[in-house]
């Protein structure tokens, strides 16, 4: 396990000016000032983002930090989730860098327990690593358990192992907030052979549902992102042909991700939990 802190220029103010006082002019044309409530403000939270060192999770979790979060940033690829990390802190927000596997227990807890030692408890965990969608499109019977088994692996025990070791903090201090990126293959079924990435999709969905009716009483919260297909995938001109039939004419970005974690994540989303918010275009109605 690998735990780099990068404390140096941490104002998380001068990446998303989060003002408290606005404007305004009066009828008669005087200028007076205002407080105002600013929303989702993540100031003073501790945000664990996996599999954050590239595409989506790093956009997540610069999505976090730019709220003020402090983002303990993962990637089994440790010298990724530094790149991330470096990209945080020069946006002058505050990030360390944590390379584990999310898949073995042992190490996900000593992870944890560092990064809570170093920044206090995490508020804030999202399940983000993956296998993307499209690496090796297989119709079942041409499948192998060994194939299975790695979707399986990551999408559900990743989820549930990391789960697992913030859920008692959480409870103890009323509040958290779980959000796992899962997918539209693990809400609906699809021809393409997608199926042990669907189930392993589908499995990490089911569980947050429960894990969020366990524990509402406690102040936490979670909910599953269901997403339709992303820019950035491995095969452009075939994308980009996608990207013509969904509704929203255009592929899915980390920012779009980025944004519905952040309201996720804030106090202002306390009264949503247990549910899957599909995040794709139009593609797919819910
Ligand atoms: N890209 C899409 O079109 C799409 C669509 C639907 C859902 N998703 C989901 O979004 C998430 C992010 O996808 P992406 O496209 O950014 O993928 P990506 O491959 O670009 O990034 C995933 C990151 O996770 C890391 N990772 C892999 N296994 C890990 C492990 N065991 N422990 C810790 N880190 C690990 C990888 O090193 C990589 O940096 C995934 O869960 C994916 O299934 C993606």
Same mark, same amino acid.
């Given at each position: ?179 796992? %990126? =899962?997918? /539209?293959?693990?809400?609906? &079924?699809? #021809?393409?052979? @997608?199926?042990?990435?669907? +189930? ?24 599953? %992102? =269901?997403? /339709?297909?992303?820019?950035? &995938?491995? #095969?452009?001109? @075939?994308?980009?042909?996608? +990207? ?43």
């Amino acid at each position: 396990m690998q735990l780099n802190p990068r404390q140096d220029s941490c104002s998380p103010l001068s990446v998303a000016p989060r003002a408290t006082t606005a404007c305004f002019y009066t009828a008669d044309g005087r200028h007076r000032a205002l407080n105002v409530h600013v929303m989702f403000d993540l100031s003073g939270k501790v945000a664990l983002v996996t599999g954050a060192g590239q595409g989506i999770g790093a956009g997540i979790a610069r999505a976090l930090a730019a709220q003020g979060a402090v983002v303990a940033v993962n990637d089994v690829v440790a010298n990724r989730a530094q790149t991330t990390v470096e990209s945080i802190v020069a946006a002058g927000a505050q990030a360390i860098a944590c390379g584990f596997d999310v898949t073995d227990y042992n190490n996900v807890d000593t992870a944890i327990a560092a990064i809570t030692d170093t920044f206090g408890a995490i508020d804030i965990l999202v399940n983000n690593a993956g296998i993307p969608f499209g690496m090796g499109l297989k119709k079942f019977r041409e499948t192998e358990p060994s194939e299975w088994r790695k979707y399986i692996d990551i999408n559900l025990y990743g989820v549930m192992n990391c789960s697992r070791i913030v859920i008692e903090n959480m409870c103890d201090r009323g509040f958290g907030r779980v959000i796992t %990126i =899962a997918s /539209g293959a693990g809400t609906h &079924g699809l #021809e393409l052979g @997608v199926s042990g990435y669907g +189930a392993g999709k589908g499995g990490g969905i089911a569980f947050m549902r429960h894990l969020a009716l366990e524990h509402a009483k406690f102040g936490v919260t979670a909910n599953s %992102i =269901a997403l /339709g297909l992303m820019a950035g &995938g491995p #095969e452009p001109d @075939v994308t980009e042909s996608i +990207a013509r039939s969904i509704p929203a004419r255009r592929l899915g970005t980390p920012e779009d991700v980025g944004a519905l974690c952040v309201y996720l994540a804030s106090n202002e989303a306390g009264w949503i939990t247990g549910q899957t918010m599909h995040l794709n275009g139009g593609s797919q109605t819910s």
